[in-house]
């Protein structure tokens, strides 16, 4: 395993991204996917602080892959939970593979967790908005800046099944385009645009699960509490698991 990671990235993303040995039966082994993005995007402080925020439920294992190259190799598949924190601007020369795994990966009955500005990691591949349910239009972008409010719209849904509505600090995107079949579960009104826009919804795909939100801007938008506790439900429920 280890000389197959050699080959795909750095030697940073092959320390973090392996599984750890001697895991329970019952753990969740995550795999966030990081390591480029847009400038304003710090992943570097966002990544950990999103493994920080998942294991503080002892069934979340995580690792770190600091290049998306690393969804290219087979690696993948020894994961429950692919989380997609990153925007590649410069599609890799494994391109094709690495769309074909992701696909894969979920039809088989995985989970996948779309975060932030994951909603454009792939601007030329348009079977992505199949998979992610919605896709950044690259026209609009979001609020400036800001608090607001988050309001849960489904109280039934596992994920958000006794969550309140809570408070953000963060970019409200308005950039989110597509029809695919979703289910909202959290919404925000836009400043800008007047409208509701969705800041949680889910998908099926295959026999997979997805959970997308546009949420985390950086690490203070992250640690909102109402925020955590969501990226930790979302990622227990892709993973069939329970809140």
Request: aromatic share 10%.
């Amino acid at each position: 395993m280890h000389t197959l990671l050699m080959t795909l990235g750095t030697v940073a993303a092959l320390i973090s991204a392996a599984p750890a040995e001697n895991q329970e039966s019952d753990s969740i082994r995550v795999l966030i996917v990081s390591g480029v993005d847009h400038p304003g995007h710090d992943w570097k402080t966002t990544a950990p602080a999103i493994r920080q925020i998942l294991e503080q439920d002892k069934r979340f294992d995580v690792r770190i892959a600091e290049d998306p190259e690393l969804l290219a190799s087979d690696v993948v598949f020894d994961y429950d939970v692919l989380f997609l924190h990153f925007k590649e601007y410069t599609p890799t020369a494994r391109a094709e593979r690495i769309r074909e795994n992701l696909v894969r990966f979920v039809k088989q009955g995985k989970g996948l967790f779309v975060f932030h500005f994951a909603c454009g990691a792939f601007e030329d591949w348009p079977e992505y908005r199949s998979l992610v349910g919605r896709v950044w239009d690259q026209k609009t972008g979001h609020d400036p800046r800001g608090p607001f409010a988050v309001q849960i719209v489904e109280q039934d849904h596992p994920i958000t099944r006794g969550m309140a509505d809570f408070q953000a600090d963060d970019e409200l995107y308005t950039c989110l385009i597509g029809n695919e079949p979703i289910e909202v579960l959290a919404t925000a009104r836009s400043k800008v645009t007047g409208k509701d826009h969705p800041m949680a919804f889910v998908l099926q795909f295959g026999k997979g699960r997805v959970f997308h939100t546009p949420l985390g801007h950086d690490v203070r938008a992250i640690q909102m509490p109402g925020v955590a506790e969501l990226i930790r439900r979302g990622c227990l429920w892709v993973a069939g698991r329970l809140p």
